[in-house]
């Protein structure tokens, strides 16, 4: 009798398009919020009970929702806050559990953030952002850059 292929553990089923579009939704929609400076929509995408983390640039994490929504409420708070453009995406992901990693386009540098998202009943929510400088990618499009394939950004390999 052939023998059947072992199942995979529930943390590597598929994660398919449908729902790597809803994180890319939810990873959207941290960035609209952070650009409106609405505290509400931000408070709203993290997860309401759990572990969490969030580490701002050049400070400690942030381990605890309330001392993390602080923070953001600190940060849209302020009148000099920077306008952040988020590029690059890709994600990753299993059953109930995302990564976006993107890069965050300031007006005076960039950074790189992973967001790290739950798929809870209400849909997938912030459970951590890490966010950190990086070298400055020169976005001009080359000759080169023109005839050459582009990589599905979803795909690990």
Known sequence: MPRRPPRLPP??????DDEREAVLAANRAFYRAFNERDYEAMEQL?????????LHPGQG???E???ILRSWQGILGHPESPK?????EWVVGRSGLAIVVCREIL???QLMAT???ARLASGWHIVGHHSGPVPTVDRRPTAAAAV??????????
């Open 11 to 16: 943390m590597m089923a598929e994660f398919d």
């Open 46 to 54: 993290w997860a309401p009970t759990g572990a969490m983390v969030c």
């Open 61 to 63: 994490p942030l381990h």
């Open 65 to 67: 929702r309330s001392e």
């Open 84 to 88: 952040v453009r988020c590029t690059d």
């Open 107 to 109: 007006a005076n540098g």
């Open 115 to 117: 967001n790290t998202f």
């Open 148 to 157: 050459a394939p582009t990589r599905d950004r979803r795909k690990l390999h």
